[in-house]
């Protein structure tokens, strides 16, 4: 909800000065009013605009899969995650990454978390949808507005090992940077 914001009080300043309705002490009190009210309406605009900012790649570092079978899960993410652009980073026979996200082979344990990866658009969360079936992936909810907040359009599978995979769009959205990049400070 947008908040109502007056015209401008000083174009309007000589036409109630000028008026014969109004005295200039009632037309000085007008325009206080005015500015006050523009101040307010302002104010709650930003803060309504604030609430919907995502400061996002602060608090992860990381991401660790450990999983039954690597190659297994490497079809499956090449597969995800090329649909949505990404290329793994890093790969050797005993692990692969594509930037935060390191998968390895399980020797105890594996990992089970709910992952959520970036969409540039809902075309996008379409195919990473139907990508992911076709190379191993099991439905978890197809491709849909979702009531988390407005503009929230995902899809979501279990990956080969049970960890749940999303991909979301939240709607039009603008970014400060691509993405960050961190260098070791030489001594």
Request: glycine content about 8%; charged content about 25%.
């Amino acid at each position: 909800m947008r908040c109502q914001i007056f015209p401008n009080p000083r174009k309007i300043l000589p036409l109630l000065s000028a008026s014969s309705v109004l005295g200039e002490g009632d037309a000085q009190l007008l325009l206080l009013q005015l500015r006050l009210h523009n101040r307010v309406a302002s104010a709650a605009q930003e803060l309504q605009e604030r609430r919907m900012e995502f400061h996002q790649g602060r608090l992860i570092d990381h991401v660790h899969l450990r999983v039954q079978d690597l190659a297994v899960s490497k079809r499956f993410y090449v597969a995800v995650l090329g649909a949505l652009g990404h290329q793994p980073t890093r790969e050797t026979d005993a692990f692969f990454a594509f930037d935060e996200l390191f998968v390895d082979k399980a020797d105890d344990y594996q990992s089970r978390v709910h992952l959520a990866f970036q969409a540039a658009d809902r075309d996008a969360v379409q195919r990473f949808y139907h990508v992911g079936l076709a190379n191993g992936g099991m439905d978890n909810g197809g491709p849909g507005e979702r009531p988390y907040h407005p503009g929230y359009y995902a899809a979501f599978l279990l990956d080969p090992d049970g960890n749940n995979i999303e991909a979301v769009h939240h709607g039009p959205t603008t970014r400060t940077s691509a993405d960050v990049l961190v260098r070791p400070i030489e001594e």
